[in-house]
T-cell receptor, first 114, second 111 residues
Framework: NAGVTQTPKFRVLKTGQSMTLLCAQD?????MYWYRQDPGMGLRLIHY???????AKGEVPDGYNVSRLKKQNFLLGLESAAPSQTSVYFC?????????????FGQGTRLTVV | AQSVTQLDSQVPVFEEAPVELRCNYS??????LFWYVQYPNQGLQLLLK??????LVKGINGFEAEFNKSQTSFHLRKPSVHISDTAEYFC?????????FGAGTILRVKS
């Protein structure tokens, strides 16, 4: 049972560099989410997707872009990394069926921007 | 729009004592409520969820929560905590496409 898999698990970037974080789920879930976790601030929603080919902005979308070309994958891109984007990033997915509506999370990506 | 307020950032408690972690929510639509736990350097795991029906919800590891619509609360309780319960706990609300989290409560269990 792979569930939700995030790659990479750790990354150090220099200011101005770009990178893509990959989230893959094998549960055929419709909804996928990207969050960032910072101390004392909980999880803040960056972008989300309710289905293949659709994305929407969350609470803190600036500086990030996303794509959902395949149902099982949700990519988060940083075009020009800034130190303020140092954080732990979590991907989550869930079905739209009510009775199973809890989200399943990946193990996180720890990103440091220097 | 939905929002979640966790009223305590840290809760210290001695082993075998009871604990309550408080959560208040706001939503303009029907809500589904969750408590997640995060152990150090790990992702989030579901503790319990409220979708409908009985307002007292039982979860894993002996935790339970009570949904109170009039007070818009969903407090988490455990009658006797263990050292292994030391973790960060998140309350979350799902009132539509988004899943919104509170800021988290760190539960520190002392021996």
């Amino acid at each position: 049972n792979a569930g939700v898999t995030q790659t990479p698990k750790f990354r150090v970037l220099k200011t101005g560099q770009s990178m893509t974080l990959l989230c893959a789920q094998d549960m055929n879930h419709e909804y996928m989410y990207w969050y960032r976790q910072d101390p004392g601030m909980g999880l803040r929603l960056i972008h989300y997707s309710v289905g293949e080919g659709t994305t929407a902005k969350g609470e803190v979308p600036d500086g990030y872009n996303v794509s959902r070309l395949k149902k099982q994958n949700f990519l988060l891109g940083l075009e020009s990394a800034a130190p303020s984007q140092t954080s732990v990033y979590f991907c989550a997915s869930r079905t739209r069926r009510l009775r199973d509506t809890e989200a399943f999370f990946g193990q996180g990506t720890r990103l440091t921007v220097v | 729009a939905q929002s979640v307020t966790q009223l305590d950032s840290q809760v210290p408690v001695f082993e075998e004592a009871p604990v309550e972690l408080r959560c208040n929510y706001s939503s303009s639509v029907s809500v589904y409520l969750f408590w997640y736990v995060q152990y150090p350097n790990q992702g989030l795991q579901l503790l319990l969820k409220y979708l409908s029906g009985s307002t007292l919800v039982k979860g894993i590891n002996g935790f339970e929560a009570e949904f109170n619509k009039s007070q818009t609360s969903f407090h988490l309780r455990k009658p006797s905590v263990h050292i292994s319960d030391t973790a960060e706990y998140f309350c979350a609300v799902n009132g539509g496409n988004k899943l919104v989290f509170g800021a988290g409560t760190i539960l520190r269990v002392k021996s």
